[in-house]
């Protein structure tokens, strides 16, 4: 059974910042990417960021240079630190794994969601 948690969202004013974590946990053999989406009201999900075992890194055009993505693999975990946050960055954020469990094939595992919002 994988599993993936994140946490780390919340109110915060315009111009602020928030850091958003997702650890993976269960039973798993490797994983590939990572990555955040998000899904504002109304909207379809989006990419956010993603970022391989490599440390390869890709951005939403709306998030480069505000935006970080980065990974521990020793503990299964990706991190999002959000600076200079805007009213449409508000959403709720998606953490996405594409990973090996136990070995055999890779697939594309979800977070719960987290609500981040902007506002004043």
């Known amino acids: 059974q994988v599993q993936l948690v994140e946490s780390g969202g919340g109110l915060v004013q315009p111009g602020g910042s928030l850091r958003l974590s997702c650890a993976a946990s269960?039973?798993?053999?490797?994983?590939?990417?990572m990555g955040w989406y998000r899904q504002a009201p109304g909207k379809q999900r989006e990419l956010v960021a993603v970022?391989?075992?490599?440390?390869?890194?890709n951005y939403a055009d709306s998030v480069k240079g505000r935006f970080t993505i980065s990974r521990d693999n020793a503990k299964n975990t990706v991190y999002l630190q959000m600076n200079s946050l805007k009213p449409e960055d508000t959403a709720v954020y998606y953490c996405?794994?594409?990973?090996?469990?136990?070995?055999?094939?890779?697939?594309?595992?979800w977070g719960q969601g987290t609500q981040v919002t902007v506002s004043s």
């Open positions: 970022i391989t075992s490599g440390a390869s890194t």
């Open positions: 269960g039973s798993i053999f490797s994983i590939r990417t």
């Open positions: 996405n794994a594409e990973l090996s469990p136990g070995g055999v094939g890779w697939y594309s595992y």
